[in-house]
């Protein structure tokens, strides 16, 4: 069985950092492209970063480069977003999934973590 588990949300202030954590199970992790995806009230998902199986390549956005930081560890089979200088526009529910050759295609997602920015 398939899971992506993400952990690591929380409420914390402007300017703070978080890192969430995303445990993954029953694929082959460490030859996954893998991405962070936010969704906050009212909008659109937002894809804020990507990296590939063996953490060579990276992408962001222009809306975190800078502040967030995408990681690997396939020894644990866990992926990471370090999130520093959090703005309240960051607030919203953040999930990890794995991303088939392309980048086009999402096939397995976890069930979010709630990240507010909130003073």
């Known amino acids: 069985e398939v899971q992506l588990v993400e952990s690591g949300g929380g409420i914390i202030q402007p300017g703070g950092s978080l890192r969430l954590s995303c445990a993954a199970s029953?694929?082959?992790?460490?030859?996954?492209?893998m991405t962070w995806v936010r969704q906050a009230p009212g909008k659109g998902p937002e894809w804020v970063s990507g990296m590939n199986g063996g953490g060579s390549s990276t992408w962001y956005p222009g809306s975190v480069v800078g502040r967030f930081t995408i990681s690997r560890d396939n020894a644990k089979n866990t992926l990471y977003l370090q999130m520093n200088s959090l703005k309240p526009e960051d607030t919203a529910l953040y999930y990890c999934a794995r991303a088939l050759p392309g980048w086009a295609i999402y096939d397995y997602w976890g069930q979010g973590t709630q990240v507010t920015v909130s003073s």
């Open positions: 029953g694929f082959t992790f460490s030859s996954s492209s």
